[in-house]
């Protein structure tokens, strides 16, 4: 899917800016992908429910999506290269402290000088190897 959808692009804002701010008004936790998968792999306490709740709603949605969707999630790309894109994703995410759902949903609404930077290096980084897998790589969706 190439083209501009601006009803789907705004449909989704608002869903993921919705859920961030229900998750912080009503649990007063910032809704950063990154920190719940740690704090329910790697740092168990006694608030594991609301993360794996919450995971649980990115995973199912994405389930539902592929459900009703006409085409595959990611259609034309080798798994090798989706392996290394998890990889290289988490391991920018523990360099930069958290991900762009941390920093560039919540951070950036917080006025953050430090979420503005790891936002625009995300956004430098994807732009970079949105342009090596296609142009380079000759891969595309």
């Known amino acids: 899917m190439t083209e501009f959808t601006p009803l789907h692009a705004?449909?989704?804002?608002?869903?993921?800016g919705s859920s961030a701010v229900l998750l912080l008004w009503l649990n007063g936790r910032?809704?950063?992908v990154t920190g719940m998968l740690t704090g329910l792999l790697v740092?168990?306490?006694?608030?594991?429910?609301?993360?794996l709740l919450f995971?649980?709603?990115?995973?199912?949605?994405?389930?539902?999506?592929g459900l009703f969707a006409t085409t595959p999630l990611r259609q034309g790309f080798p798994i090798w290269l989706l392996i290394a894109a998890g990889l290289l994703t988490g391991y920018g995410t523990a360099q930069a402290n958290g991900c762009t759902s941390g920093h560039g949903v919540c951070g950036l609404a917080r006025i953050s000088l430090r979420s503005l930077v790891a936002t625009a290096t995300f956004?430098?980084?994807a732009i970079l190897s949105a342009y090596v897998v296609r142009h380079v790589l000759g891969l595309s969706t």
């Open 10 to 16: 705004l449909t989704g804002g608002l869903l993921i």
């Open 30 to 32: 910032i809704a950063g």
């Open 123 to 125: 956004l430098g980084v």
């Open 55 to 65: 995971l649980l709603g990115l995973i199912g949605g994405t389930a539902l999506y």
């Open 43 to 51: 740092k168990p306490s006694a608030t594991q429910l609301w993360r």
